[in-house]
Structure formats: C-alpha cells, structure tokens
C-alpha cells in the first residue's frame, strides 16, 4: 500500500482520526476501551494491475478431434467482460450436429485409442497437462479474470493452483484404479458427456476432466456462454500436450447446447455442475435412459460460530465464506448462524471488516471483491436483496466506490432475518450474507438443516466435541471446522436433498466414471 501524499489535500492529511472502540481481550470486548484508527478514504491505493497478456484470440471455432472446427450453425456469440463490458471474444455456437460430430470425435478416440491405453500411458498425458497448466498458470488467471470478472489474486493463488493439482492427482491413479474397485476389475465408461458453470470455469473444468480421463473416459464438455475463454485456451494446452485428437472435445453455446450434449445416445454418463433448477430439468429429460448421473448443484451454507469460538478468525472466516468470488461459489456461507450471547458484537467487527473490503477491477491485484459475472446475475441479486427488504430485513452495505463500468454489487449483510425470508432461503450467488441467531446447539442444527440444499456447513467452535456432534448432526456433504471453502483433490465434494448426488475428487469421485 502506497500512501499518495502529494495528492492527498491539507485537511486530508491530518492524519486518521481516533474513535474509541472496545479493546479485545482474548480477542473478546469486555468494557474496556481503546482507540481504533479509522482511515476512511484517507489512505489510497495506487492501481496494481496484471498486465500479463493472456494470449486469448479474438474468435474461436468448436474444438473437435484434436482440432478447431466451424460450426455447422454458422452462428457465434459474445463473451464480455463484466469488469468492463467489452467484448473478449468470439465464440462458435453449436447446434445439434456439432453436438453429433464432437460425440463422434470423442467415440472414436475412445474406442481406436483411449479404451487401449494403459493407465500408466494415460497418466503421463495428465501429468503433461498438469504442468503446462502450472507453466501457464499466469496467463490463464489473467484470462479466468477477465472473461468472469473474479479477482486476480483468486483466479492465481486458488483457481490455477487447484485445477493443476486436480490433473496431478488424477495423473497418479490412472495405473491404480484397482484400488479403487477392490475385489473387482475396474472399466472405463466410454464416452461421458459434461455441462459446467460459470463460477469457477477453469477448475469445473478440471474437476470434470482430470477423473474422466483417468478412468479411462473420452469427453465431450460444454462450458458456461458467459465463460467459455479459458476452455479455449486448455484446448491449445491439450494440443501442446498431445493429448489424441477426440479424446477431449469442447462445444460451446447456451442451454439448447447443453441439453444435446446430455441427452447424447452415445453419453455414457452425464456429469452436470450448475443449478438446482437446471439439473431438474436434466434429471426429468434423463430419466429412463440408464445414463450414469452425477448432479454437483445449488447451495445454502450455513456457518455456524458458537460463542467460544476464536472471535478474529471467525470473523475472517465468515467474511471469506461469503465474499470469496463475490459469492457465486455454490458452497458459500450464505447463511451466519451466530450464537445470541455474543451476536450483537460479531456482526458489529463484521461490518468494520467489510468497509475495508476492497471491490474493484479483477485484474488490480489489491481487489477483494471483483465484478458480478453477467448483467442478468446482477439483475437477480438485486432483486432478492429488494425482496429481503422489503420482507423486513436490515439492510448494510459497504459504502466502497465502485467502478464506474462494469458489474459490480456491494458487500451486503442482512441482520432481523427469520427463516422464512427469501434471503434466507434461495441461493443469491452473490456477496450477501444473511445474519440469523441460536441459543443452543439443537437450535443451530434445526435451523442449519432447514434448507432445501445441503452442500456444506461450517463450525466454529473451541469444543472438538461440539465440532463432531455438529459434523454428525448437519446434512451437508461437506463440513469445515474453524475454517472455510477448503478444498484438496482427495477430499471427495458433494451433496444432499437438492445440492445433488454423487462425488467429485477423492477416490469417491472416481467411483463416478467407472463400470
Ligand atoms: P445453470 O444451471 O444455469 O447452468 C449450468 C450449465 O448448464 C451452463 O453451462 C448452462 O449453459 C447449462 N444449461 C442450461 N440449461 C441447460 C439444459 N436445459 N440442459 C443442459 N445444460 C443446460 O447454472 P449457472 O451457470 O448459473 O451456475 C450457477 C449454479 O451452479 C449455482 O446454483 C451453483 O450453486 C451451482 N454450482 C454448483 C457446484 C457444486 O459443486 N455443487 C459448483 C459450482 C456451481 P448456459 O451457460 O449457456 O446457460
């Protein structure tokens, strides 16, 4: 941080002002008070942009058999940029026989080459993959950050780092995937068709690649319309690696795209990450076909602090769960679930920890909070937060500047929510956080798993005891202690009721793409 004080006026520079605020002790207030600097825009920072070239072209075709091929439709579309509008890229829209043409591709290679590979060869590809991914991981943050608008400090410290380490992982079962079947010889599917979203494109994508190849599978993808980019720039990576032609084949397009690539005859199995609504839908289209099914879906995460809990990080870890790229993350702690004896003073060190949140261009590398990924996201979360209003909520929300291009929302937290509010219930995919209270432990699990999803949850807690009973007692596939949204390829991720079934990452995953 770089103090400019040469432009900061005279009145500006007498300094930050001092407010009396509680003095921590044990990090916990106990009456005593003490200064607390408040800088308000006293203190700027100089812009911090990554100004790496990201190598993306300005159209791309469909990546069919190893090669880049027009599509039949003849018909393209945009993607834009959310941080500032402007167009990224061009991208093919695929119709039906493209569709056709991509599972024939994929067959092909399935039958001629993959299907006879051993799992020692097809594990050198992965690891190829997995270091060019690390070779390039600068340009393609840059390139993740542009096209969805998520901070580069997220799309380079997390999203790149994860989506090599899902294809290392990977890399390492493909010569032991009887381990993974005791007592039984494991067989590849053959083709395996796959839809992601928009939240985290390029480590969807890996999740849904990595284990699929390691088995064995050849793959036909379709990703998200608004963030399609980065899947083109894994194809050229593919190509560098050698990976067969048709063994990875990636078309994009919107919805209508999507659903040929489910409901393909020739789809073995269909992996989908997106929507509750969405998956519905491809549940109803897919019933009878006999396909293998694998639903990764919506979530309603409830974080859990408990009054003994370690007060600075589990304010750090509230705020992480929900605004870590800017709430589009499926398992989000969308819900703070705060015991009543200490509420009222972890809400008020929540709110001074978001007005320093800083929302801002995704390539500054100083921002926190990046842009919303599409107009229409923005659109829905500005309409649920009207509703939690007008419900009767208590609004609060960061008083940053925001861009004046671009999508943006401001870090928001709703306090007065009861169970019934909107804002408690849907999944707004965005940084908003809803504040309701417990007294008791069986209250924190009933409101905790009064949800249609169950995805995950968090505890924060100083009790081991408490964090097993809790972890026993919450329907979500996945429960953090005094952490949050932690991941790690051989930890298997997943839901309940209407987050989903089955598995990805860990040998659980892998258990998904096999016969
Ligand atoms: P959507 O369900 O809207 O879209 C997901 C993908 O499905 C997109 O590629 C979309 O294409 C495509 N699609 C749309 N309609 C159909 C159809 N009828 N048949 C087949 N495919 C279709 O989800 P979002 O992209 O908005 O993603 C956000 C959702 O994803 C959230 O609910 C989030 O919780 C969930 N998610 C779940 C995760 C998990 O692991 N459980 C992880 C990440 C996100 P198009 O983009 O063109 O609309």
Known sequence: MKRKAAQIPAARRAGPAVQPAPAPTNGRTKGRKRPELVFGDKWEFDPAPETVDPGIKPEYDLFIGGKWVAAKTGKRFDSISPADEKKVSSLALAGEADVNAAYAAASG???????????????????????????????????????????????????????????????????????????????????????????????????????????????????????????????????????????????????????????????????????????????????????????????????????????????????????????????????????????????????????????????????????INSKEQLQKITEIVAAGVAEGAELHQSTCKLPEKGWYFRPSIFTNVTQSHRVAREEIFGPVLSVLTFRTLDEAVEKANNTAYGLSAGVWTDKGSRILKMAASLKAGVVWANTFNKFDPASPFGGYKESGFGREGGRQGLLDYLA
């Open 109 to 371: 290679a399935s039958e001629k080459i993959w299907l006879k590979m051993s799992g020692r060869e097809r594990g050198k590809y992965l690891y190829r993959i997995a270091r060019l991914l690390q070779d390039k991981s600068r340009q393609l943050a840059v390139a993740e950050s542009i096209d969805g608008g998520k901070p580069i400090k997220e799309s380079r410290d997390f999203d790149l780092p994860m989506a090599a380490a899902h294809f290392f992982y990977h890399a390492g079962w493909a010569d032991k995937l009887h381990y993974v079947t005791p007592g039984r010889t494991p067989q590849p599917l053959g083709v395996v068709g796959q839809v992601i979203p928009w939240n985290f494109p390029l480590l969807m994508l890996a999740w849904k690649l990595a284990p699929a190849l390691a088995c064995g599978n050849t793959v036909v993808l379709k990703p998200s319309e608004t963030t399609s980019v980065t899947a083109m720039l894994v194809a050229e990576v593919l190509q560098e690696a050698e990976l067969p032609p048709g063994v990875v084949n990636f078309v994009t397009g919107f919805g209508a795209t999507g659903a040929a690539v489910v409901g393909h005859p020739a789809a073995k199995k269909v992996a989908f990450t997106g929507s509750t609504e969405v998956g519905k839908i491809i549940m109803r289209q897919l019933a009878g076909s006999g396909k293998k099914l694998t639903m990764e879906l919506g979530g309603k995460a409830a974080n859990i602090v408990f009054d003994d809990a370690p007060i600075d990080q589990a304010v750090e870890g509230v705020i992480n769960g929900i605004y870590f790229n800017q709430g589009h993350v499926c398992c989000a702690g969308s819900r703070l679930l705060v015991q009543e004896s200490m509420a009222e003073e972890f809400v008020e060190r929540l709110k001074r920890r978001v007005a320093v949140l800083r929302v801002g261009h995704p390539l500054d590398k100083n921002t926190d909070v990046g842009a």
